[in-house]
């Protein structure tokens, strides 16, 4: 008992600390001052579209590791969930080499285009999509794994085609699980700071989401905004795990 409320203490004083010093007094003022409304909006907008190409191109993915067997597989599983263990800075490194200006990748898209990832709020995105994109599949994957696949094969004996099939039976069926996925992956993208800042930069009203506001208030002592605008994020973190604890955490 004694080691549970240490751990108990540990997570908990530090989020009770953060509430402690918020300036409740100004928490609305300083949450609508200019920079604050602006970071907080783009992080949305920055959160919502690493959500899209989430499911975009993770669904598929998530899809074909589930019921495919191919060799390699374990090595791919691997590389699309290394996101979720790997420090964000090098994230961010590693897509400043592929996505970058002169990266394998972002020096042909620029070369064709002139689109360049970095230092703007596609590049953003792309940094929050590449830490988030693994929650969403993995929790996709075991769900189509896991799905009682009568309905398809009904379906498909009826003479549904595989998009039919998939359209109409099996996104109904993990639709719960695939919300909860889409809703963890959102919350990540919402907190990401470190392939950010690395990759797309620190711009206000361009790059400079929640977090890295947060970090910059911090380091220049406007203390009270930073506070506030964590708050904000702690209530979100919270009312996701919340939200999700019967299918991500398997409490009653």
């Known amino acids: 008992m004694a080691f549970a409320a240490g751990a108990v203490v540990m997570i908990v004083l530090p989020l009770i600390g953060l509430l402690q010093r918020v300036s409740w007094s100004t928490l609305l003022s300083d949450l609508s001052a200019h920079d604050a409304f ?42 699309v969930t290394l996101p979720m263990v790997l420090p964000p800075v090098v994230g961010g490194i590693a897509l400043l080499y592929a996505f ?20 703007n709020t596609s590049g953003a995105m792309l940094a929050a999509a590449f830490v988030s994109m693994p929650f969403l599949i993995v929790t996709a994957e075991a769900s189509f794994r896991s799905m009682d696949r009568r309905g398809e094969e009904a379906a498909a004996t009826l003479g549904a085609s595989p998009a039919y099939r998939f359209r109409r039976v099996t996104l109904p069926a ?50 009270a905004t930073a506070l506030a605008l964590s708050l904000v994020l702690l209530l979100v973190s919270l009312g996701v795990l919340v939200g999700l604890r019967d299918r991500w955490l398997g409490n009653p």
């Open 174 to 223: 993990v639709a719960p699980a695939l919300a909860a996925g889409a809703a963890l992956s959102w919350a990540r993208a919402l907190g990401e700071f470190g392939a950010t800042i690395t990759f797309a930069g620190n711009l206000p009203g361009s790059t400079q989401t929640t977090p890295l506001l947060i970090y910059l208030d911090i380091e220049s002592g406007h203390e």
């Open 38 to 79: 602006v970071a907080l909006r783009l992080s949305l907008e920055v959160s919502l579209g690493a959500l899209a190409i989430a499911l975009v191109f993770g669904l598929p993915l998530a899809w074909i590791l589930a019921r495919h067997r191919f060799p390699g597989r374990a090595l791919l599983r691997g590389l």
């Open 100 to 119: 970058g200006r002169r990266g394998l990748a972002g020096q042909v898209i620029y070369d064709l285009t002139g689109w360049r990832f970095v230092f």
